[in-house]
């Protein structure tokens, strides 16, 4: 499947997802642009830093961005005060990464109504998330070292330079679930993930496996495998493939964790108490590895890394290089 196609079916898959202003029980729109804040620093942080062990790049701008329309008329102005952004129909810059190319001439709650000369684009459909999907989608193709000028009102321009990173962009939702996923371009980040996380160094480890699928091209290469994604993915050579897969981004994930600077235990901890942790299924999802092999496998390349360093021998992850077949 095309990118573009890709991206706007993830729009589409989203309109099922509660937007912002339907959590009215969960977390208040500041202490949603905090974790924010903290995952596009995380996400900024793994994308660059790791940037030399990927195939293909993307521009990392270090920000995530916004949408007014993502929230009803009568909660928006609320929302958009938590960003310090204007009421006004245009997308914004909702968190920025620190020490990122952004944090260099934007700030939060700056609005954009151009991009590169041209309006910013609007989407397609009438889902709320569509010109955020259209602008990153739009932004990930560009060349990795490509400059933009961005038109934020007035007659006042900000240009800002990229860095080459690993193919992802971020995005937090509103689930309490602590969960995540991948697409192959863009992470989700579910809410109740990090606030399940111990500190940032654990939810490092569950992005960094995310990020890992995208790396790996795991989207990609099961849907040329011609797996299940319906029913039929809890069995027999589906299940099997989704297995893998899962294995191979724990591997990877501990590697772009001492890559990016955070601490490669991390990963253990975090899956260890992710395995035992209240309200998980009584049965593990044949789509995934038991989370006792799981912290195992996780500790094993932790130990490769310590290894690694304690020789001064330079970190080279597995897998990169040549991902084994899904057969």
């Known amino acids: 499947m ?13 309109a099922a997802i509660p937007g912002p202003a339907m959590a009215s029980a969960g977390p208040s729109y500041r202490d949603w642009a905090a ?29 995530i961005w916004g949408d007014p329309r993502l929230y009803d008329a009568d909660r928006r102005p609320e929302a958009l005060a938590a960003y310090g952004a204007a009421d006004r129909d245009a997308p914004f810059i909702a968190a920025i990464a620190a ?13 954009v109504v151009g991009i590169r000369g041209s309006p910013v684009p609007a989407g397609e459909g009438d889902h709320p998330f569509a010109r955020i999907t259209a602008i990153e ?8 070292g490509t400059a933009l000028a961005l038109d934020v009102g007035d007659g006042r321009t900000i240009d800002i330079a990229p860095v080459p990173g690993c193919v992802s962009d971020f995005r937090v939702e509103p689930s309490a679930k602590p969960g995540a996923v991948a697409d192959g371009r863009m992470v989700l980040v579910n809410y109740g ?26 989207r990609a290469r099961l849907d040329a495998a011609g797996v299940d994604r319906g029913l039929g993915k ?20 501990v590697w772009l964790l001492a890559g990016a600077g955070y ?49 001064d021998r330079p970190l080279h ?5 040549a991902p084994p077949p899904l057969e």
Not at 137 to 144: E, F, K, R, V, Y
């Open 2 to 14: 095309p990118r573009r196609a890709r991206s706007l079916l993830l729009a589409l898959l989203l």
């Open 35 to 63: 974790i924010e804040a903290r995952v596009a620093t995380i996400g900024f942080r793994l994308t660059t830093a790791n940037a030399a062990w990927c195939p293909v790049h993307q521009p990392q701008f270090g920000w």
């Open 99 to 111: 020490a990122s190319p952004a944090a260099a001439g934007m700030r939060v709650g700056a609005a």
């Open 137 to 144: 989608t739009s932004l990930a193709a560009l060349p990795a």
């Open 193 to 218: 993930l990090a606030q399940f996380a111990t500190g940032d160094d654990e939810l490092a480890a569950a992005v960094a496996h995310e990020v890992a699928h995208n790396i790996l091209r795991h």
């Open 234 to 253: 809890q069995f027999g050579r589906n299940a099997r493939l989704f297995k893998q897969t899962e294995i191979e981004a724990d591997r990877l994930s």
């Open 263 to 311: 601490d490669p235990a991390a990963a253990a901890r975090f899956w260890e108490r992710f395995g035992q942790r209240k309200g998980r299924p009584l049965l593990p999802a044949a789509t995934h590895p038991r989370w006792g092999d799981r912290v195992a496998a996780l500790e094993a390349e932790a130990a490769a890394i310590a290894a690694e360093r304690a020789a």
């Open 317 to 321: 992850p597995p897998l990169i290089d």
